[in-house]
């Protein structure tokens, strides 16, 4: 299913400070890079910067110059109009999946923000991804890109494999994570992944297709910091016993 995201960067004044060698602001720069290598160009994805909530950028995922010409502001922004454009934004563009995700160093004063977040973006079906750029080095994003199956035929009783392929979007940094496989809510396999910074693998999944019909599988990868794209799902249809006539 399509996506409407919606990415906030802060660009107030505290993210001006500095968090080792760099300040906050150039990690969220590189935050906002990594969060944009979960969409598809499929996906509706929106950037608003915190002190021009007015200015909702629909952004075109093959080009990411514009990250680097971003600036911190010396602004302390009124954070309402910006959550409240946000939410406009998911009526425009009703997609079933919904995402909101917040880059801030969250030194936010209560009196830039009447109301919570929860009650500004009402939609419960909104899922909220609230992101520090001081943990930007640590940022872990394992992805499942496709699955396909490696099996000519899925028969009732019998073996088929599926190759899943995971890619880490992290290039720095090793991950270590899981691939689960499931029928509706049975696990049927499990294999644990360790990919390189950058690196992509092909994990193969086998079991048995214990019915005919409709197998509704899933597979998820364990939790990371971007969790839209560590799920895949798969609909086989196995078949009953074949006979051979004689």
Same mark, same amino acid.
């Given at each position: 299913?399509?996506?409407?995201?919606?990415?906030?960067?802060?660009?107030?004044?505290?993210?001006?400070?500095?968090?080792?060698?760099?300040?906050?602001?150039?990690?969220?720069?590189?935050?906002?890079?990594?969060?944009?290598?979960?969409?598809?160009?499929?996906?509706?994805?929106?950037?608003?910067?915190?002190?021009?909530?007015?200015?909702?950028?629909?952004?075109?995922?093959?080009?990411?110059?514009?990250?680097?010409?971003?600036?911190?502001?010396?602004?302390?922004?009124?954070?309402?109009?910006?959550?409240?454009?946000?939410?406009?934004?998911?009526?425009?563009?009703?997609?079933?999946?919904?995402?909101?995700?917040?880059?801030?160093?969250?030194?936010?004063?209560?009196?830039?923000?009447?109301?919570?977040?929860?009650?500004?973006?009402?939609?419960?079906?909104?899922?909220?991804?609230?992101?520090?750029?001081?943990?930007?080095?640590?940022?872990?994003?394992? $992805?499942?890109?496709? *699955?396909? /199956?490696?099996?000519?035929?899925?028969? +009732?009783? %019998?073996?088929?494999?599926? =190759? !899943?392929?995971?890619?880490?979007?992290?290039?720095?940094?090793?991950?270590?994570?899981?691939?689960?496989?499931?029928?509706?809510?049975?696990?049927? $396999?499990?294999?644990? *992944?360790? /990919?390189?910074?950058?690196?992509?693998? +092909?994990? %193969?999944?086998?079991?048995? =297709? !214990?019915?005919?019909?409709?197998?509704?599988?899933?597979?998820?990868?364990?939790?990371?910091?971007?969790?839209?794209?560590?799920?895949?799902?798969?609909?086989?249809?196995?078949?009953?016993?074949?006979?051979?006539?004689?």
């Amino acid at each position: 299913a399509n996506t409407t995201a919606v990415i906030v960067l802060d660009d107030s004044y505290s993210m001006q400070s500095y968090s080792g060698a760099l300040t906050y602001f150039a990690k969220a720069r590189e935050t906002l890079r990594t969060v944009l290598t979960g969409f598809t160009e499929n996906d509706n994805v929106y950037f608003i910067l915190s002190s021009n909530p007015e200015n909702q950028q629909k952004l075109d995922l093959k080009s990411t110059d514009f990250i680097d010409k971003l600036q911190a502001s010396a602004l302390s922004p009124d954070f309402n109009p910006v959550f409240e454009s946000a939410e406009k934004l998911y009526s425009e563009y009703p997609n079933f999946n919904k995402e909101f995700y917040f880059i801030s160093d969250l030194k936010i004063h209560t009196s830039t923000t009447k109301d919570s977040l929860a009650k500004i973006l009402t939609d419960k079906k909104i899922h909220k991804f609230f992101l520090h750029p001081a943990k930007s080095s640590e940022f872990q994003n394992a $992805a499942i890109d496709t *699955v396909l /199956l490696k099996t000519q035929l899925v028969e +009732q009783g %019998k073996p088929y494999t599926l =190759a !899943a392929q995971i890619t880490n979007h992290n290039p720095d940094d090793a991950i270590d994570t899981r691939i689960h496989l499931f029928n509706e809510q049975k696990r049927l $396999a499990m294999q644990s *992944v360790h /990919l390189e910074g950058g690196e992509t693998k +092909q994990i %193969k999944l086998s079991s048995v =297709a !214990a019915s005919e019909g409709v197998l509704k599988l899933r597979l998820e990868l364990d939790g990371d910091d971007l969790m839209n794209d560590n799920f895949y799902y798969l609909y086989l249809n196995s078949l009953g016993h074949l006979k051979i006539l004689t």
